[in-house]
């Protein structure tokens, strides 16, 4: 299979009923999927893993089923994420711009560290940060503010975070992580 032409992704959805393995090649005009694996989950109940050997294995075979499928070896995988253990927050932060009022990486590097800076319980971490806007002399809606004008560079961004407990739990297991490559 020719998978030169463009970059190889994979996507890995762990539900409670199913675990779904997809492939897929990125080119200018989209998303081409190449192939995908499906499994029954086992050890999952209520979007929260009860049986950590049970889940890893339905991964392993929803993975196996999709390089089945494309002739290609999975080596990483973009993991979606949820569960009554996961909470979301927005945050905000603004910081004064330095280089006479023109907006540097410096500058947004600075207010996304601040907006990244959220006080949490000492039992959750944050998994991720998705930049919203930045807002740059009060005009909202700016997805890249470099090179903008304005004193005040200001940031909204949303956190995911999650039990640093449950999450450690589940992170560890008896089993490897990848083969056996045993079909549903």
Known sequence: ????????????????????TVVARKSPEGLEILGMGICPT???????????DATVQSIMKSVSEAEKMTGLSVTSALVGVSGPLIKSFSSHAAVSVRNEREV?????ARVLDLAKAVELPADR????VLTQEFIVDDM?????PRGMTGIPCRA??????????????????????????TPC
Not at 5 to 14: E, S
Not at 104 to 108: A, E, I, Y
Not at 125 to 128: D, Q
């Open 1 to 20: 299979m020719d998978v030169s032409a463009g970059q190889v992704i994979t996507g890995l959805d762990v539900g409670s009923s199913k675990v779904a």
């Open 42 to 52: 086992e050890g999952m109940r209520k979007g929260s893993v009860v049986n950590v």
């Open 104 to 108: 540097t990486d410096t500058d947004v």
């Open 125 to 128: 971490e944050i998994l991720h």
């Open 140 to 144: 909202p809606g700016i997805k890249d």
């Open 156 to 181: 909204r961004a949303t956190s995911s975070g999650a039990s640093r407990r449950r999450r450690s739990r589940s992170s560890t297991s008896s089993s490897p992580r990848w083969p056996p490559r």
